[in-house]
């Protein structure tokens, strides 16, 4: 597989007001030691079921003979925040040094760590690249991150870290390119990106904090199902573009938005039998397709009832319409027996086997 995204834990030291998900907040005392615990308890069960190897065939870069290149893949893990005490040490580190462990004579694997960049230490960066992290993704630069408001501020903390990683022998990545080709870089290297107006997700998805808020702008021509951390390839996991999104307590999505309801659960079954049990349905395969629009054409909901079905108010009582709105009411709607159905028959032809 290309790419997972991986929320190992929900504990965050901030609480941003355009989240999409409002489980990433402060937690204290218990309710720390609850959000911890989850993540170290489910993280080896879905570590092992994880593909066996983290490598795909590159559709976009074939060779000379037609044939296509094997490439490596990558995890990204994530939060909340990944680096803040304690979880870097009780979850991430385990997590990364699990997974080195799991894809080392498997072809390997690319450890991505995303991070909002202020926990960033020296000791820190030195102690991922210790463990092999391919690169360090820095998520915060845009004006919703409190203290990085306004350019003159998030140079200056770009100009801050940029100085710790070349320090420490990391190079640039060339992500914002918007190519392929950082995804053979050799690393390690480090990259910056957020919410800005003209980033992929600019526009903010109607989902946590951010739609309570009222701060999502996209309308219908804005088709996040078809960009990238959308779901358009998600079954696909052999090739390039392929990427699904895990949650701390195994939940497992075809997109980093994150449907209504999970595909199914990393801690009981593995990610290759839930993705193959979803291939040939219409559902998922019009979610593959990156046109969710479709997705009920077989169930009643012609392409005009979807449409009407993304139509809203967002909590600030404004007229909204985006295909994501029209995805939660189908999954409300129609989807979560099918789901159930899809996992009952996956653990039956396990049981068979």
């Known amino acids: 597989m290309e790419s997972i995204y991986w929320v190992m834990a929900w504990a965050c030291h901030r609480k941003c007001r355009h989240c999409y998900e409002d489980r990433f907040r402060p937690y204290v005392r218990g309710a720390l030691e609850a959000v911890l615990a989850e993540a170290e308890r489910n ?60 894809y080392r004579d498997a072809g390997g694997v690319k450890i991505v760590v995303q991070t909002t960049g202020d926990l960033l230490t020296p000791a820190i960066v030195e102690e991922l690249l210790a463990r092999r992290v391919w690169m360090i993704s820095v998520a915060s630069i845009d004006d919703y991150h409190v203290g990085l408001e306004g350019e003159a501020k ?27 080709k950082w995804l053979d870089e050799a690393g390690p290297l480090y ?43 998600f079954l696909n996991h052999q090739y390039s573009g392929s990427e699904v999104s895990i949650e701390p307590d195994g939940a497992v999505y075809p997109c980093c938005i994150k449907t209504k309801l999970p595909i199914g659960n990393l801690t009981e079954d593995g990610l290759i ?41 967002d909590p600030k009582g404004r007229a909204y319409a985006n295909l994501c709105i029209g995805c939660d009411r189908f999954h409300d709607e129609v989807l979560k027996p099918r789901i159930e159905a899809a996992a009952a028959r996956r653990r039956a032809r396990i049981a068979a086997e």
Request: glycine content about 10%.
């Open 43 to 102: 993280a080896p069960r879905i570590i092992a079921n994880l593909p066996p190897s983290m490598t795909y065939l590159d559709l976009t870069d074939p060779n000379e003979d037609g044939t296509l290149p094997s490439k490596t893949g990558r995890i990204i893990l994530s939060g909340g925040e990944s680096l803040m005490d304690p979880v870097r040490e009780r979850v991430t580190y385990p997590v990364i040094e699990r997974l080195i462990a799991k």
């Open 154 to 180: 998030q140079k200056a903390f770009m100009a801050s870290l940029t100085a710790m990683f070349e320090a420490a022998g990391m190079r640039a990545s060339g992500v914002a390119q918007q190519n392929r």
């Open 191 to 233: 990259s910056f990106f957020g919410a800005s107006p003209d980033a992929w997700i600019g526009k903010i998805w109607p989902r946590g904090r951010g739609w309570q808020n009222g701060l999502s702008t996209a309308t219908m021509a804005d088709n996040f199902c078809a960009r990238w951390s959308g779901a358009m390839n």
């Open 273 to 313: 039998d839930i993705l193959d049990s979803l291939a040939g349905d219409p559902v998922y395969e019009a979610l593959n397709a990156g046109q969710p629009q479709r997705m009920g054409l077989t169930h009643g909901w012609s392409l005009e009832t979807f449409l009407e079905k993304s139509r809203t108010t």
